[in-house]
C-alpha cells in the first residue's frame, strides 16, 4: 500500500517540468538594465534572454523565439522603433514593452511612437519595477 503512492516532493517536480516558462526578451545597450531586469524577472519565474541591439534581438527572437518582449528604444546599430517594426512583421501577435530614458528628446514622444508601432505599453526610466512586473503578467495572461 505505501508503494502505492509517489513522494509529494517527485510529483512536484514532475508539475515543475511540465509548466511551462514564459521567456521573455530584453534589448537594451546598457548591460546594468539588462542584468536587473534579468535578475527581476528570473526571480518571479521567468526564463529570460538578452540582446544588446535590435540586430541581436531579431537574431535571437528568430531563432528562439519570445512569449513578450521588452526593448529600449534608443540604441546602437539598430534601434527601438525598427526593432519593434521588425518584430511585428515576423510576428503581428509579438506582446511588445517599450522603455526609455529618452535621449536627446524627452522619453514620451519616442514612448509615443513605439505604442504608434506596435508596443502594448512603455515605461520611462528609471523603471518602476513593480508596475513593470505587474504588466508584464498581465500582458501574458492575455
Known amino acids: 500500500m505505501g508503494n502505492e503512492t509517489q513522494p509529494a516532493d517527485?510529483?512536484?517536480?514532475?508539475?515543475a517540468k511540465d509548466q511551462k516558462m514564459d521567456k521573455i526578451l530584453i534589448i537594451d545597450d546598457e548591460a546594468?538594465?539588462?542584468?536587473?531586469?534579468?535578475?527581476?524577472?528570473?526571480?518571479?519565474g521567468y526564463?529570460?534572454?538578452e540582446a544588446r541591439d535590435g540586430v541581436q534581438a531579431v537574431k535571437v527572437f528568430k531563432e528562439l523565439g519570445a512569449d513578450l518582449i521588452i526593448?529600449?528604444?534608443?540604441?546602437?546599430?539598430?534601434e527601438g522603433l525598427e526593432t519593434i517594426k521588425e518584430i511585428r512583421k515576423l510576428n503581428p501577435d509579438?506582446?511588445?514593452?517599450?522603455?526609455?530614458?529618452?535621449?536627446l528628446v524627452n522619453p514620451e514622444m519616442y514612448l509615443g511612437l513605439a505604442k504608434k508601432l506596435g508596443a502594448h505599453c512603455s515605461f520611462s526610466k528609471p523603471l518602476d519595477n513593480k508596475?513593470?512586473?505587474?504588466?508584464?503578467?498581465?500582458l501574458l495572461a492575455q
Open 71 to 78: 526593448t529600449d528604444l534608443i540604441m546602437p546599430e539598430k
Open 47 to 49: 526564463d529570460v534572454m
Open 94 to 103: 509579438a506582446k511588445i514593452i517599450a522603455i526609455s530614458g529618452g535621449g
Open 10 to 15: 517527485e510529483t512536484d517536480l514532475t508539475k
Open 131 to 138: 508596475a513593470l512586473l505587474l504588466t508584464v503578467k498581465n
Open 32 to 44: 546594468p538594465i539588462r542584468k536587473m531586469l534579468k535578475i527581476l524577472f528570473e526571480k518571479n
